[in-house]
């Protein structure tokens, strides 16, 4: 092989490989393994086959999933380590949430919590919840939809990965039956006002509040959270109805 072969290779190769770059979708998450406790490893494999529900590009029934049709679906978006999800679970229990999560361990966690507490209405899916969106939920199927904490990403060259974005909005709108909520909170006020501002531009939604909505009952006060407050650290819940 001549030393311009190679060079016209090695360019070809850098050229297709900055191509599919640009094709990737962003993610707004960094996938993590972590390490799996014993107890998080062990109700992964009790648990998923009860309530864990596998993606697949095909539209789900809810009412089937949970097998009741006189409740109320939520989504719950990037539940963490799964602590206030169970906590409202448990607070709700009229409600079924829909609980989506990357991170192993996370999964482990709340379905840990979800055997402990002996909770019915909570099925996970670990996938990117865009995907889920598009392909596995019907239009006006969800009755609310709570994104607590997301990432902030909050280095200028990062804003992109962050998760509310207009096109992002306009998604879940189209999945919220009309008088739905969504409901986000942050600890991040640069991020608290980019949210409010991408939620008050979607002609879709109406906000409760003037500007930020005080803390609904449901959602419980984390560790967290307390810590910061105590510290003098800010919290900002936005909640938003679909007109």
């Known amino acids: ?17 900055d191509e599919a770059l640009k094709k990737r979708s962003i993610r707004s998450f ?20 009860q309530f864990g529900i ?8 809810l009412n089937a999933k949970f097998n009741r049709t006189d409740s109320k679906k939520i989504l719950e978006i990037g539940f963490g380590m799964g602590e206030t999800t169970a906590k409202i679970a448990q607070t709700l229990p009229d409600y079924d949430f829909l609980a989506a999560e990357v991170h192993t ?12 507490s002996a909770l019915t209405n909570i099925r996970i899916i670990q996938h990117d919840v865009v995907e889920v969106l598009q392909n596995m939920l019907t239009d006006a199927s ?4 709570h994104i607590f904490f997301p990432d902030p990403w909050h280095k200028t060259r990062h804003h992109k990965r962050r998760l509310i974005q207009a096109g992002f909005v306009k998604l879940l709108c189209s999945k919220l039956k009309v008088g739905g909520y969504l409901h986000v909170a942050t600890d991040w006020q640069e991020y608290a006002e980019w949210v409010l501002e ?10 409760i509040a003037e500007n930020y909505a005080e803390k609904p009952s449901y959602r419980p006060l984390t560790k967290f959270e307390n810590r910061g407050i105590k510290l003098g650290h800010g919290v900002w819940d936005m909640v938003f109805t679909r007109r």
Not at 30 to 36: A, E, F, N, T, Y
Not at 54 to 61: A, F, L
Not at 199 to 206: G, S
């Open 1 to 17: 092989m001549t030393e311009n072969t190679k060079t016209q290779q090695e360019n070809s190769l850098e050229a297709s490989s």
């Open 198 to 207: 991408v939620l008050n531009a979607e002609p879709q939604l109406q906000n």
């Open 105 to 116: 361990p996370g999964v482990g966690a709340l379905l840990k919590l979800i055997e402990e």
């Open 54 to 61: 596998s993606y697949s590009p095909e539209i789900i029934d």
């Open 142 to 145: 969800l009755d609310g939809v």
């Open 30 to 49: 960094v996938l993590r393994q972590g390490r799996l406790t014993k107890g998080q490893a062990r109700a992964l494999e009790t648990g998923l086959p």
